[in-house]
Nanobody, 117 residues
Framework: QVQVVESGGGLVQPGGSLRLSCASS????????MRWFRQAPGKERELVAT???????TYSDSMKGRCTISRDNSKNSVYLQMNSLKPEDTAVYYC???????????WGKGTLVTVSN
């Protein structure tokens, strides 16, 4: 049974930091690119960051320089360290596993990040 479970969301003040975690099971983690998406109220889901099976990373323009994605294949986990958070970063953050050969996607249920005073 495939499981993708995000954690670490919460309320943070502007300028603060959060570290999101995503624990996975039920598939060969090292064969999957891992991605973080987010969806703000009333907006489309947006790709935030990707770590490939080779460890390469890419970031959205909106988060570049303010976040770091990392993966630990020994723990079947991926992380998103977010710094200098802004109110516009408020969203539900989703973890996604995308097969390296394409065609298979697994999603978590999301974790809510709220940036507010």
């Amino acid at each position: 049974q495939v499981q993708v479970v995000e954690s670490g969301g919460g309320l943070v003040q502007p300028g603060g930091s959060l570290r999101l975690s995503c624990a996975s099971s039920g598939f060969i983690f090292s064969n999957y690119h891992m991605r973080w998406f987010r969806q703000a109220p009333g907006k489309e889901r947006e790709l935030v960051a990707t770590t490939t099976i080779t460890g390469d990373t890419t970031y959205s323009d909106s988060m570049k320089g303010r976040c770091t994605i990392s993966r630990d294949n020994s723990k079947n986990s991926v992380y998103l360290q977010m710094n200098s958070l802004k109110p516009e970063d408020t969203a539900v953050y989703y973890c996604n596993a995308h097969s390296a050969w394409g065609g298979i996607n697994y999603w978590g249920k999301g974790t809510l990040v709220t940036v507010s005073n």
